[in-house]
Protein backbone atom coordinates (compact mmCIF):
# COMPACT_ATOMS: atom_id res chain seq x y z
CA UNK A 1 0.00 0.00 0.00
CA UNK A 2 0.51 3.65 -0.29
CA UNK A 3 3.32 4.84 1.98
CA UNK A 4 2.86 8.63 3.91
CA UNK A 5 6.06 10.25 5.61
CA UNK A 6 6.43 13.58 7.18
CA UNK A 7 8.83 15.20 8.29
CA UNK A 8 10.11 16.43 10.56
CA UNK A 9 8.93 13.83 13.56
CA UNK A 10 9.47 16.57 16.01
CA UNK A 11 9.80 20.49 15.99
CA UNK A 12 9.62 23.22 18.88
CA UNK A 13 9.48 26.68 17.80
CA UNK A 14 9.64 30.33 19.63
CA UNK A 15 6.37 32.16 19.06
CA UNK A 16 6.34 34.13 15.85
CA UNK A 17 8.53 31.86 13.88
CA UNK A 18 7.55 30.39 10.82
CA UNK A 19 7.83 26.59 9.53
CA UNK A 20 7.39 24.49 6.90
CA UNK A 21 5.96 20.67 7.61
CA UNK A 22 6.58 18.44 4.46
CA UNK A 23 4.64 15.24 3.28
CA UNK A 24 6.15 12.92 0.90
CA UNK A 25 3.98 9.86 -0.58
CA UNK A 26 5.28 7.16 -2.08
CA UNK A 27 1.95 6.75 -5.34
CA UNK A 28 -0.46 8.67 -7.36
CA UNK A 29 -2.73 10.02 -4.83
CA UNK A 30 -6.20 11.50 -5.48
CA UNK A 31 -7.33 13.01 -2.30
CA UNK A 32 -4.45 14.74 0.26
CA UNK A 33 -5.64 16.26 3.80
CA UNK A 34 -3.77 17.85 6.79
CA UNK A 35 -4.92 17.38 10.27
CA UNK A 36 -4.18 18.97 13.45
CA UNK A 37 -4.93 17.05 16.84
CA UNK A 38 -4.58 19.98 19.30
CA UNK A 39 -3.26 19.06 22.81
CA UNK A 40 -7.10 17.73 23.52
CA UNK A 41 -6.83 15.23 20.76
CA UNK A 42 -9.10 17.03 19.04
CA UNK A 43 -8.36 16.44 15.24
CA UNK A 44 -9.33 19.06 13.10
CA UNK A 45 -9.54 19.42 8.97
CA UNK A 46 -6.87 22.25 8.07
CA UNK A 47 -7.11 21.18 4.46
CA UNK A 48 -8.46 19.33 1.99
CA UNK A 49 -5.73 19.90 -1.36
CA UNK A 50 -4.93 16.78 -3.69
CA UNK A 51 -3.28 19.69 -5.85
CA UNK A 52 -2.47 23.53 -5.78
CA UNK A 53 -1.82 25.78 -2.97
CA UNK A 54 -4.57 26.93 -0.30
CA UNK A 55 -3.97 29.46 2.26
CA UNK A 56 -6.06 30.16 5.50
CA UNK A 57 -5.30 32.55 7.84
CA UNK A 58 -1.89 31.99 9.07
CA UNK A 59 -1.59 28.61 7.62
CA UNK A 60 -1.34 27.55 3.60
CA UNK A 61 -0.36 24.34 1.76
CA UNK A 62 0.92 23.27 -1.31
CA UNK A 63 0.51 19.61 -2.85
CA UNK A 64 2.59 18.97 -6.07
CA UNK A 65 1.15 15.99 -7.19
CA UNK A 66 4.04 14.59 -9.58
CA UNK A 67 6.58 15.27 -7.51
CA UNK A 68 4.94 13.30 -4.39
CA UNK A 69 4.96 15.80 -2.09
CA UNK A 70 2.95 18.14 0.05
CA UNK A 71 3.75 21.00 2.37
CA UNK A 72 1.95 23.13 5.34
CA UNK A 73 3.54 26.51 6.20
CA UNK A 74 2.88 28.46 9.33
CA UNK A 75 3.17 31.10 9.81
CA UNK A 76 3.76 33.60 12.58
CA UNK A 77 3.85 30.71 15.10
CA UNK A 78 1.31 30.89 18.01
CA UNK A 79 1.18 28.87 20.93
CA UNK A 80 -2.14 27.62 19.81
CA UNK A 81 -0.39 26.16 16.96
CA UNK A 82 1.04 23.51 19.16
CA UNK A 83 0.20 19.83 18.77
CA UNK A 84 0.15 17.10 16.16
CA UNK A 85 0.18 17.73 12.37
CA UNK A 86 -0.62 14.43 10.24
CA UNK A 87 -1.04 14.88 6.70
CA UNK A 88 -3.48 11.60 4.97
CA UNK A 89 -3.62 10.20 1.53
CA UNK A 90 -5.95 7.91 -0.44
CA UNK A 91 -4.50 6.12 -3.61
CA UNK A 92 -8.24 6.06 -5.61
CA UNK A 93 -11.46 6.82 -4.74
CA UNK A 94 -13.77 4.94 -2.42
CA UNK A 95 -10.60 4.23 -0.21
CA UNK A 96 -10.09 5.28 3.19
CA UNK A 97 -6.73 8.62 4.05
CA UNK A 98 -4.26 6.62 5.54
CA UNK A 99 -2.21 8.74 7.52
CA UNK A 100 1.51 9.54 8.28
CA UNK A 101 3.05 9.47 11.70
CA UNK A 102 2.41 13.01 12.22
CA UNK A 103 5.14 15.92 13.17
CA UNK A 104 4.90 16.90 16.93
CA UNK A 105 5.07 21.03 16.79
CA UNK A 106 5.59 22.76 20.30
CA UNK A 107 5.39 26.69 20.39
CA UNK A 108 6.73 28.25 23.67
CA UNK A 109 6.16 32.04 24.57
CA UNK B 1 -24.17 21.89 16.61
CA UNK B 2 -21.55 19.31 16.94
CA UNK B 3 -20.99 17.82 13.26
CA UNK B 4 -20.00 14.61 14.26
CA UNK B 5 -20.79 13.36 17.43
CA UNK B 6 -20.13 10.07 19.96
CA UNK B 7 -20.26 9.23 22.86
CA UNK B 8 -19.02 8.39 25.51
CA UNK B 9 -15.95 10.75 25.92
CA UNK B 10 -13.78 7.91 28.04
CA UNK B 11 -15.05 4.24 28.91
CA UNK B 12 -12.85 2.33 31.18
CA UNK B 13 -13.77 -1.14 31.36
CA UNK B 14 -12.24 -4.71 32.78
CA UNK B 15 -10.57 -7.41 30.19
CA UNK B 16 -13.63 -9.42 29.39
CA UNK B 17 -16.47 -7.36 29.06
CA UNK B 18 -18.49 -6.48 25.77
CA UNK B 19 -18.52 -2.16 25.30
CA UNK B 20 -20.38 -0.33 22.62
CA UNK B 21 -19.59 3.22 21.16
CA UNK B 22 -21.85 5.65 19.29
CA UNK B 23 -21.27 8.45 16.83
CA UNK B 24 -23.30 10.56 15.07
CA UNK B 25 -22.97 12.83 12.05
CA UNK B 26 -25.45 15.80 10.87
CA UNK B 27 -23.28 16.57 7.78
CA UNK B 28 -25.31 14.35 5.46
CA UNK B 29 -21.90 12.73 4.64
CA UNK B 30 -22.94 9.34 3.19
CA UNK B 31 -19.25 7.58 4.13
CA UNK B 32 -18.71 6.82 7.95
CA UNK B 33 -15.22 5.77 9.30
CA UNK B 34 -14.06 4.15 12.38
CA UNK B 35 -10.10 4.87 13.25
CA UNK B 36 -8.11 3.95 16.32
CA UNK B 37 -5.17 5.79 17.32
CA UNK B 38 -2.82 4.19 19.44
CA UNK B 39 -0.52 5.51 22.20
CA UNK B 40 2.45 6.70 19.52
CA UNK B 41 -0.26 8.98 17.80
CA UNK B 42 -0.53 6.43 14.79
CA UNK B 43 -3.76 6.51 13.23
CA UNK B 44 -5.10 3.34 11.50
CA UNK B 45 -8.40 2.90 10.18
CA UNK B 46 -10.54 -0.49 11.31
CA UNK B 47 -13.91 0.31 9.33
CA UNK B 48 -15.93 2.26 6.64
CA UNK B 49 -19.36 2.38 5.69
CA UNK B 50 -21.00 3.68 2.13
CA UNK B 51 -24.84 4.46 2.76
CA UNK B 52 -24.76 1.68 4.72
CA UNK B 53 -22.72 -0.75 3.90
CA UNK B 54 -19.65 -1.91 4.88
CA UNK B 55 -16.73 -0.87 1.95
CA UNK B 56 -13.59 -0.80 3.80
CA UNK B 57 -13.09 -4.11 6.79
CA UNK B 58 -9.14 -3.66 7.97
CA UNK B 59 -7.63 -6.58 9.88
CA UNK B 60 -9.14 -6.19 12.82
CA UNK B 61 -10.25 -8.93 15.21
CA UNK B 62 -13.32 -10.46 14.97
CA UNK B 63 -14.79 -8.90 18.28
CA UNK B 64 -14.85 -5.76 16.78
CA UNK B 65 -17.93 -5.28 14.82
CA UNK B 66 -19.24 -1.62 13.84
CA UNK B 67 -23.16 -0.98 12.73
CA UNK B 68 -24.46 0.96 10.79
CA UNK B 69 -28.36 1.55 10.89
CA UNK B 70 -28.66 4.34 9.25
CA UNK B 71 -26.17 6.39 6.72
CA UNK B 72 -26.01 9.13 9.58
CA UNK B 73 -25.06 6.33 12.08
CA UNK B 74 -22.22 4.10 12.99
CA UNK B 75 -22.00 2.23 16.20
CA UNK B 76 -18.58 -0.01 17.03
CA UNK B 77 -19.25 -2.90 19.31
CA UNK B 78 -16.22 -4.74 20.89
CA UNK B 79 -16.73 -8.25 22.35
CA UNK B 80 -14.57 -9.37 25.16
CA UNK B 81 -12.15 -6.77 25.71
CA UNK B 82 -8.01 -7.26 25.72
CA UNK B 83 -5.49 -4.82 27.60
CA UNK B 84 -4.82 -4.28 23.79
CA UNK B 85 -7.52 -2.40 22.92
CA UNK B 86 -6.98 0.18 25.02
CA UNK B 87 -6.48 3.21 22.72
CA UNK B 88 -8.41 6.33 21.23
CA UNK B 89 -11.58 5.29 18.73
CA UNK B 90 -12.28 8.47 16.22
CA UNK B 91 -15.43 8.05 14.40
CA UNK B 92 -15.53 10.28 11.41
CA UNK B 93 -17.17 11.36 7.89
CA UNK B 94 -17.26 12.36 4.71
CA UNK B 95 -18.33 12.21 1.26
CA UNK B 96 -16.76 8.91 -0.90
CA UNK B 97 -17.27 9.81 -4.57
CA UNK B 98 -14.49 11.41 -7.06
CA UNK B 99 -11.70 12.90 -4.67
CA UNK B 100 -13.51 12.48 -2.14
CA UNK B 101 -14.17 15.81 0.63
CA UNK B 102 -12.68 16.77 3.91
CA UNK B 103 -12.72 14.69 6.32
CA UNK B 104 -14.52 15.15 9.94
CA UNK B 105 -13.48 13.82 13.44
CA UNK B 106 -15.33 13.13 16.22
CA UNK B 107 -13.84 13.99 19.42
CA UNK B 108 -12.51 10.61 20.15
CA UNK B 109 -13.59 7.68 22.84
CA UNK B 110 -10.75 6.72 25.08
CA UNK B 111 -10.98 3.48 26.34
CA UNK B 112 -8.99 1.81 28.96
CA UNK B 113 -9.25 -1.75 29.55
CA UNK B 114 -8.00 -2.76 33.15
Known amino acids: GIQVEQSPPDLILQEGANSTLRCNFS?????LQWFHQNPWGQLINLFYIPSGTKQNGRLSATTVATERYSLLYISSSQTTDSGVYFC???????????FGKGTTLSVSS | DTAVSQTPKYLVTQMGNDKSIKCEQN?????MYWYKQDSKKFLKIMFS???????INETVPNRFSPKSPDKAHLNLHINSLELGDSAVYFCASSHLAGKGSPLHFGNGTRLTVT
Open chain 1, 27 to 31: DSVNN
Open chain 2, 49 to 55: YNNKELI
Open chain 1, 88 to 98: AVSEQAGTALI
Open chain 2, 27 to 31: LGHDT
